[in-house]
């Protein structure tokens, strides 16, 4: 089975890379940082609070979480509900934020991450997919770009969405994130070193792809 894992910060495009990179090469794929939002969708739902691990490591036990194989995109059933948009809320997303620094969250989702790379070809896209859930991939690449940048792209996103978001508080956001994300003890962003850096704050969606693409097939052709 071939794994190519990509990691990066927020808003460096990773997901949207990921999705069409693997529809290209036919390869599945996962993000996993749908599988953080699931949880803490539910603990939204559930008026946990997510500021205790023991309170959150309880509710786990109420969790079902299941990747399935659909039309065009992964489907993420929690307790057999399909969730879309609603992980994608602003108060889910501070939560995920929280709750993934926690040991018994990581754990939980890593037998879910590598199960699913067992059987078929993926394409994994998250934080520590090169360095701790497939350290054995035969394709890592780490995705940046700067935080300006990034927050330029989230900025679009939701106005694309109709909102009227405002770029500065989003800017802070990202830092924020970012800071988080490479600071936590367990797990942390951080471009495993034979991971294959690609800065794309200067290139748009498509040289992206494309230069993804070329790496994979460089690599895959070496085997
Ligand atoms: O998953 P991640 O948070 O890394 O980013 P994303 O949600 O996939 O991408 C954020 C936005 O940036 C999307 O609207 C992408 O289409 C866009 N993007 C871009 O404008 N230029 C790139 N080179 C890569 C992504
Ligand atoms: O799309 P965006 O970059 O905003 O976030 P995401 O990739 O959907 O991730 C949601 C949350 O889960 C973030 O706070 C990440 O730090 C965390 N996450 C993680 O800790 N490990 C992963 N493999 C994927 C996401």
């Given at each position: ?10 808003g ?12 290209k090469?036919?390869f ?8 953080y ?27 079902d ?6 039309a ?9 509900k ?11 997303t501070?939560?995920a934020?929280?709750i993934?620094s926690?040991k018994?969250?990581r ?9 699913f790379?067992?059987?078929q ?21 780490f ?16 106005s ?24 936590r003890?367990i ?9 294959i850096?690609?800065d ?7 040289q992206?792809v494309e230069n993804?693409l ?10």
């Amino acid at each position: 089975m071939i794994s190519v894992a990509i990691d990066g910060p927020a808003g460096s495009g990773k997901s949207t890379v990921s999705k069409i990179v693997a529809q290209k090469l036919g390869f599945v794929h996962l993000d996993t940082g749908a599988l953080y939002r699931a949880i803490a969708y539910f603990i939204d739902k559930s008026d946990v609070d997510f500021s205790s691990e023991i309170d959150v490591k309880k509710c786990l036990k109420e969790i079902d979480l299941k990747v399935e194989k659909g039309a065009k995109e992964q489907k993420i059933l929690l307790n057999d509900k399909i969730l879309t948009t609603e992980l994608r809320s602003l108060n889910v997303t501070k939560i995920a934020s929280k709750i993934a620094s926690y040991k018994s969250v990581r754990d939980y989702l890593l037998e879910l991450q590598r199960s699913f790379a067992k059987t078929q070809n993926v394409v994994m896209d998250g934080r520590d997919i090169g360095t701790v859930v497939l350290p054995d991939a035969l394709v890592k690449i780490f995705i940046t770009a700067s935080p300006e940048v990034r927050a330029k792209r989230r900025f679009e996103q939701i106005s694309g969405d109709g909102e009227k978001p405002d770029y500065e508080e989003i800017l802070t956001s990202i830092k924020k994130r970012d800071y988080e994300d490479t600071h936590r003890k367990i797990a942390p962003l951080k471009r495993a070193d034979d991971a294959i850096l690609v800065d794309n704050s200067d290139m748009d969606l498509n040289q992206t792809v494309e230069n993804v693409l070329d790496i994979i097939k460089e690599r895959t052709e070496k085997i």
